[in-house]
């Protein structure tokens, strides 16, 4: 069957990286030709400033090398714009005189940067700062002459300046505004900036209108409006960018401030579709990285016959590093009326924070200095989040997150290449950056795939981002706001539980064919999600998918650093008895079991269990009458508890007897992440309620009810839930806080991070409404009817033997 022809105008980072997508999807459907103007292939045009500082060399920006077009069996030619494209003949036409046909038109033309008709801008000396020529151009004049004059302070004037005074010339730069960075930064933090930089040595002329560049036929000196004059060897324009889509407007496509493209990324001519800065999408051009990688992902969908992908739009944020200085930006960080601002500055040490509410809820953001946060911010912004329960510590950043990241000696950029980053992979700092720069990542879910940095528990994932922000700069693609599940579909978390509720799916099979997923049998991402998302949703009808979990679950105990496995039965709210513990030791002497100890959960751990004796130990201590304490699941761990009243003089309720309420009503139960509950007997806290997912601290007139903690390396305090009299309630809200949280949080979301997406103040509503509450609890109870089956005393009667049985192979 022959190929269909598609052809790329631009070889750039928008149109390859459209390429790059297509490829995975359909690497078959076309024989693709690249035309791009300049001599080089795809080049990271982020990276131009380390380039012109001395940092880089060009090899080292290039994103894809020739190597890889030919690999891929694409057609690449470089220094060969094209000058026409003829639609009724379905041809483009170049500055050679080179034809190509094609069926599918891909215009990826980018940017031009807009030079200043001032008298004497086409003098020589006077340039843009957009390709590799053009640093070339700044180099070559910097080993020349002396003096520089940069008209604009936005980002990309300031690197232009920054690396110009690395290469040792006197630079001025000219901004028609009193504030530095304008669109990204408010007045303060530019304040911030423009003394930092002018302690390096960097000259500023605010509120400058160029009115003319003298010269005799090369540039001389830079006259303002005002009538000073500033000497100038090097003039270079960084006064914004214009969308190039001349050849587009010449062609009959239809065009405004930019190429007109629906949300499938397609001109007014359906064989036409465009993506980048030349593009024009619901009254938006886009010059950041992020949202034209969106697009790139959507016009590869559609040109690989997919037809389901959607371009929304993007809400951006702004993450970036000026001359070695981080900022990042989000939203409307510029206050209006009815909006309330939270600032926290620490001129000395370089810090500046300012948050703007409006209905508690973030409206805009603004960093300077410690960015850290940037990312937790802009999750807050784009999901509507109400900051109403944790707005007194959030200027200090993710309140879950503890001290990582935060202060001199941790933070992100100061950690050395062997600072481990990932703590259940054992990736390294060095690891990721080499990654990120060598591959030319731009995105979280790349680095999760080159790295397996952020994806198993995703705890680091916040430290991951703020990495690969400070890595790349202003191309950092921060998470969208519809996050896909996984590679093999395009919807996000919330609209596959939505859809598995909506239109009753109940297999896998059935939701792959619904939300029309690329893979057949779907990844060891999606996998896991799907089988948990149908088993909490229907747990009567749907049957458990055991090749869909981690080995962990399979094997139902937690497999060790030499291979061999821990087994932990449940003492139920702590508690046992001597023949439980004389059961313990038989079974620790039968089978020869190198350690015990007993954990912070309040239960006794055996390592070292070869894994095929697991079946007959678990059938050892199921006669004895214990059960799984899933210490390997994503399910109920523990339930904490103290002595409470019946022995501690200070007790006020009987903790200890709740916890084996609780724990007898919830254990077996799966959930999206490990789940771990205490019962405190008074407000001394002594089995720690206010650091777990579920807690419960007794006081005289009642409980109250605490949720969304964790312990661990980012430890996050509870939020006060509620306050209730029996023990009745308590079991009911918690019965009820669980099944939301079952029903709702994403796979391998914490309670944590859930609380603060959704926001405490709905979780509040829900458990408040009565009607809902029982609703929820007795969803959860009729759950627990199917899982609360010991797995351990199945696999000792002989279930999935297969498991456990010892591979033998023979040795001729």
Known sequence: MQ??????????????????????????????????????PNYNRIMLSPVLAGEKAVDDIILNGRDWYAENAITLKTADPIVRIDRVARKVIAASGAEQPYDRLLIATGSTPFIIPVP?????????????????????????????????????????????????MNVTVAHLLDSLMERQLDKPAAALLKATLESRGLNFRMGAQTAEIVGNGRVQAVRFADGGTVDADLVVMAVGIRPNFSLAREAGIHCERGIMVSDTMQTFDPRVYAVGECVQHRGVCYGLVAPLFDQAKVAANHLANYGIA???????????KVTGI?????????????????VLQDPAAGIYKKLVLRDNRIKGAVMYGDTLDGAWYFQLLREGTDVSAFRRTLLFGQHDLGDSGHGDAARIAALGPEAEICGCNGVRKGQIVDAIVKKGLFTLEEVRAHTKASSSCGSCTGLVESLLASTVGEGYSAAPSKKPLCGCAEHSHDEIIAGIKEHGLKTMAAVR????????????????????????????EYRDDAQSRFINERAHGNIQRDGTYSVVPRMFGGLCTPSDLRAIADACDKYQVPEMKVTGGQRIDMFGVKKEDLPAMWKDLTEAGLVSGHAYGKALRTVKTC??????????????????????????????????????????NCAEATIKDFGVVCVDSGYELHIG??????VRVTDRLCKVETEE???????AFIQKYREEAHYLERTAPWVERVGLQTIKDALSDEAERKALAERFLHSQTFAQIDPWKARADGAEAHEFRKIEIAVA
């Open 120 to 168: 004497g801008h086409d003098k020589d000396g006077v340039i843009g700062f957009r390709d590799i020529a053009d640093v070339e151009k700044m180099l070559e004049t910097a080993g020349r002459f002396k003096n520089a004059v940069v008209i604009g302070g936005g980002l990309l004037g300031l690197e232009a300046a920054n690396g110009l005074i690395k290469n040792g």
């Open 513 to 540: 064919r619904h939300f029309a997923w690329r893979t057949e049998d779907g990844c060891a991402r999606c996998r896991p999600a799907l089988n948990y998302y149908l088993l909490s949703r229907w747990p009567g």
């Open 3 to 40: 190929r269909e022809r598609l052809v790329l105008i631009g070889n750039g980072m928008a149109g390859v990286r459209t390429v790059e997508e297509l490829l995975k999807l359909a690497p078959d459907l076309y024989d693709i030709t690249v035309f791009g103007a300049e001599p080089y």
């Open 709 to 714: 903690g964790n312990g661990g390396i980012k």
């Open 643 to 684: 002595a409470g009243k019946t022995w501690c003089r200070f007790g006020v309720q009987d903790s200890t007897g709740l916890g084996v309420k609780i724990e007898q009503m919830t254990w077996g139960s799966w959930m999206p992440h490990k789940f771990k509950a205490a019962v405190s007997g008074c407000p001394r």
């Open 310 to 320: 959607r371009y929304e739009g993007s809400v951006t944020s702004t993450k970036l």
């Open 326 to 342: 981080d900022l990042f930006s989000a939203g409307e960080f510029n206050e209006g009326e009815g909006d309330e601002t939270l």
């Open 729 to 735: 309630q308590v079991l009911e809200y918690g019965a």
